[in-house]
């Protein structure tokens, strides 16, 4: 089925640790895109890219780094994980018509 | 770079009774602008857009108006049900732009 997929969906973490936040869309979307959201609260852009090879820093400023070597495959990276990471993560992807979704997003808690 | 200010930030409503939300943004480029539902602990859904071309469209309960004048667009539900309760984001974007602004969101409790 043609969805956006997200990985871990939940995780719990300790400060310092290393963690990859998966993203995978199975459309071909070219556009896909992260957001940071706390429960209920505003979308932060953090990371966005047009395709294979191009990623774009957001709105916000962000400790984490993307890739985009696939284009069904949107990883984001957080290096030293830190309490004040804790937070909702939502990837995004456009369809050829220029209407974005979103996937389940993954809930962070850095101890 | 383009600003979309949403008001009113909570809304209360009693069942049965009509909802606005509104908002303004700031660059007259933009060109597109969806409605996102979002339900406690679930990922935002589409639940309605409009492009520029158009005033107003209208899907069931819930339509969208637009003044392009104004820079300003609206989402209307009317009959509201408890299973409206939710944060409702609107957002724009420009012609040929590559991501969405989004205005700040609101809360909207639909008392039965």
């Known amino acids: 089925e043609a969805d956006i997929y997200q990985t871990p969906r939940y995780l719990v973490i300790g400060t310092g640790k290393k963690i990859t936040l998966e993203c995978s869309q199975t459309?071909?979307?070219?556009?896909m895109y992260w957001y940071q959201q706390d429960p209920g609260m505003e979308l932060h852009l953090i990371h966005y890219?047009?395709?294979?090879?191009?990623?774009e820093k957001g709105d916000l400023s962000s400790e984490s780094t993307v890739s985009r070597i696939r284009t069904e495959h949107f990883p984001l990276t957080l290096e030293s994980a830190r309490p004040s990471h804790t937070s909702q993560y939502l990837c995004?992807?456009?369809?050829?018509?220029?209407?974005?979704?979103f996937g389940p997003g993954t809930r962070l808690t850095v101890l | 770079g383009e600003n979309v200010e949403q008001h009113p930030s909570t809304l209360s409503v009693q069942e049965g009774d009509s909802a606005v939300i509104k908002c303004t943004y700031s660059?007259?480029?933009?060109?597109?602008f969806p409605w996102y539902k979002q339900e406690l602990g679930k990922r935002p859904q589409l639940i309605i857009d409009i492009r520029s071309n158009v005033g107003e469209k209208k899907d069931q309960r819930i339509a969208v108006t637009l003044n392009k004048t104004a820079k300003h667009f609206s989402l209307h539900i009317t009959e509201t049900q408890p299973e409206d309760s939710a944060v409702y984001f609107c957002a724009a974007r420009k012609a040929a732009g590559n991501k969405l602004t989004f205005g700040g969101g609101t809360r909207v409790l639909v008392k039965p």
């Open positions: 890219s047009y395709g294979v090879n191009s990623t």
């Open positions: 459309m071909g979307h070219d556009k």
């Open positions: 660059d007259s480029a933009s060109n597109y």
């Open positions: 995004a992807s456009w369809t050829w018509g220029g209407e974005q979704f």
